[in-house]
């Protein structure tokens, strides 16, 4: 018999606006729609999970994650809240694919086993609290002039990286790196993220005429359905290319590993469905040495201290966006990562995922419980 067993699964539904628009070339973000899952046990632990569902990279919205979470609740319930792969085994055999809310029933799984192990999620993941993180700070699409400003405004505050949301034509595009550089200067680290905005043809013309603004690299050039094309636009391009929505899964992972078709992997929980499966992206990566980042979606400081502790598990982690808590017009997390003014995370050392929602918050949430 086990000795923790899930008592009782209760799901929220979080809206967050956000100080200004978040704009990509998928599209506009006004408010932070997430689910918030608390898993109770019958020993008194308490696990906390968010995802972030974003509808046209994981196909999932606020609702769907709230229904479909409740069929996930069901298929946990009574179960060893330690026996995360049974867990997960039990998610997928009730529904294929819906990552995301996966993701937050992950992250409150792993929040009870390493309360339980009595170990930091990182310690608990394998990883130490041994270096800094730092998280860049992202500049949504828009005029030129404003994305300079904004830039130069990140820079100032003391960020030591600065992301650029790109993703339309080449005139537009190499503009806005144009006088980004030319507002910020050269010396602060510079990213750049398409997502999926380019064709192939254009994606390395824009690459290479981005050359001389010493570019770290580049998330997501052409459409992720064209993952057989992007070892074209890595090997002709001057800029180093991470994979992003093309990399959900470790499944996927694999697949562009085996076909060269990238420099870099950009990890979410949101889209491998949690710790679990990100772990073995970890382990594919770490074998050869290729360097990842881990990002969010639209998180709170609740899931981002779940990336965070993430990032403590291997020393080929060597980015963190974890910038969209900064962007909330509310903060209703306890506990969890601290962010100091140049972008430094402070990720928490009790033992567990280390953060919650307060408990006001979470009152006057839309909820069910199962
Ligand atoms: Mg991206």
Request: charged share 25%; hydrophobic share 40%.
């Amino acid at each position: 018999m086990p000795i923790l067993k899930i008592e009782q699964v209760d799901i929220y539904k979080m809206y967050i606006p956000l100080h200004e628009p978040f704009v990509i070339s998928l599209g506009k973000i006004e408010n932070a729609e997430n689910i918030i899952v608390v898993i109770r046990t019958n020993n008194g632990i308490t696990g906390f999970g968010e995802c972030s569902p974003y509808l046209s990279i994981n196909g999932e919205s606020i609702d769907t994650c709230f229904i479909v979470g409740q069929y996930l609740a069901k298929a946990l319930k009574g179960q060893d809240p330690i026996d995360i792969k049974e867990c997960s085994r039990r998610m997928n055999s009730t529904i294929f694919g819906n990552n995301s809310i996966k993701s937050a029933f992950d992250m409150a799984l792993y929040d009870i086993a390493s309360q339980y192990a009595g170990l930091p999620l990182y310690e608990f993941l394998g990883g130490k609290n041994d270096r800094s993180l730092f998280t860049d700070m992202t500049v949504s699409i828009g005029e030129p002039e404003k994305m300079a400003a904004d830039a130069l405004k990140y820079k100032d505050a003391g960020f030591t990286a600065i992301k650029v949301k790109l993703g339309q034509s080449k005139e537009e595009d190499v503009e806005r790196i144009r006088q980004i550089r030319l507002a910020i200067g050269n010396d602060i680290p510079l990213r750049i993220d398409a997502n999926q905005g380019w064709k192939v043809k254009t994606a390395i013309e824009i690459l290479q005429a981005l050359e001389e603004f010493k570019i770290q690299h580049c998330e997501e050039p052409i459409a992720r359905w064209k993952f057989m094309k992007l070892k074209k636009v890595k090997d002709n391009s001057p800029i180093p290319i991470m994979a992003d929505e093309t990399c959900c899964d470790h499944h996927d992972a694999e697949r562009l590993i085996n076909l060269e078709a990238c420099d870099s992997i950009n990890i979410k929980l949101g889209k491998s469905g949690g710790l679990y499966n990100a772990k073995k992206i970890v382990e594919q990566a770490d074998k050869i040495e290729m360097p990842m980042q881990v990002g969010g979606f639209m998180e709170s400081r609740l899931g981002m201290t779940a990336s965070a502790h993430l990032s403590l598990s291997s020393p080929n982690i060597h980015y963190c966006d974890f910038d969209t808590p900064l962007m909330f017009t509310a903060d209703p997390v306890k506990g969890g990562i601290i962010y100091l003014p140049n972008g430094e995370v402070k990720t928490p050392v009790e033992p567990g995922l280390g953060a919650s929602i307060d408990e006001a918050w979470l009152q006057k949430m839309e909820k069910v419980t199962i």
